[in-house]
């Protein structure tokens, strides 16, 4: 494959990436797939790739005039990496950068917000994709996932409060527009799903689909972030129950237009998605 004008997809195997990836191939757009293995990707080449590691850096620039960037995972600086990044990244050419971020996250918060903050002035042509939370949360691994098979429980501090959630197809879709289509978005794209529910509501939703009841279980902001800090870091995990708590003050209560905007069709409902991959695997 010709890297020339490729594509550079950091995170190529992971929820998003993967998606973006086999959207570019369908439409014929060379891909740089990068991830920390350089895992084999068909119709791809696939480069090693580590934002801990700048020396695998240039290999992935190399001939990539478009990126789409997947923070690194579990960071609660990705600035301190990314904003490097970028500058090199603009120095060896490239022209437009898709950043993913988060609609809880905005333009000069915290974690990816800074990186938010300085895309415009490090690349010419640029997007920010600031999904909902997404619906893969309730699959594979993720500890929504978990817990519907463990414990037949989703645990959150929301409250009664809703969300939009955004199907991962979806958001893929968007970001293969806005990588590729002659006009570049240069904004922020909040990108949600169709209805905005409650975790009471979610639970009910995936009950009714498996046939196996699903209890929402209410925390306290304290009892989130303790349960979280069992696991990484005591920031990141205030910072995510953080987030529980602003849902459950109407943070995320709303739907926006942008993936009918950008795609051409409306998002796929939660209902949807829970038949086509929570169902199927038991």
């Known amino acids: 494959m010709n890297d020339r004008d490729a594509v550079l997809v950091i995170g190529a195997t992971g929820t998003t990436g993967r998606r ?6 369908a439409e014929g757009h060379p891909v740089k797939a990068a991830s920390r293995g350089a895992t084999p990707v068909a119709g791809a080449r696939a480069v090693r790739f580590d934002w801990d590691d700048p020396s695998t850096w240039d290999g992935a620039l190399d001939g990539a005039d478009r990126a789409y960037l997947v923070p690194p995972i579990g960071s609660s600086d990705p600035a301190a990496v990314m904003l490097p990044f970028l500058l090199r990244a603009g120095a060896t050419g490239l022209r437009r950068a898709v950043l993913l971020s988060s609609s809880a996250i905005p333009e000069g918060g915290p974690a990816v917000g800074r990186v938010h903050r300085e895309l415009p002035s490090l690349v010419g042509q640029w997007a920010v994709l600031r999904p909902s939370w997404f619906m893969q949360n309730f699959t594979g691994d993720a500890p929504h996932a978990r817990g519907i098979r463990e414990s037949g429980a989703i645990s959150t501090a929301t409250g009664g409060g809703r969300v939009a959630f955004v199907d991962a197809e979806d958001i893929a879709a968007v970001a293969v527009r806005a ?7 240069d904004t922020d794209l909040v990108l949600t799903g169709p209805q905005a529910l409650s975790y009471d509501e979610v639970a009910a939703v995936i009950g009714q689909v498996t046939g196996r009841p699903v209890e929402h279980r209410h925390l306290t902001f304290e009892e989130l972030r303790d349960r979280w800090a069992a696991e990484i870091p005591l920031e990141f995990a205030t910072m995510l129950a953080a987030m529980d708590r602003a849902i459950a003050a109407g ?3 709303r739907t926006t237009d942008t993936v009918q905007r950008l795609t051409g069709r409306p998002p796929g409902t939660f209902r949807t998605f829970v038949e086509r991959e929570v169902a199927p695997r038991g």
Do not use: H, Y
Request: a negative charge.
């Open 20 to 25: 973006v990836t086999a959207g570019l191939l």
């Open 251 to 253: 943070a995320e209560d």
């Open 179 to 185: 990588l590729t289509d002659t006009r570049s978005p």
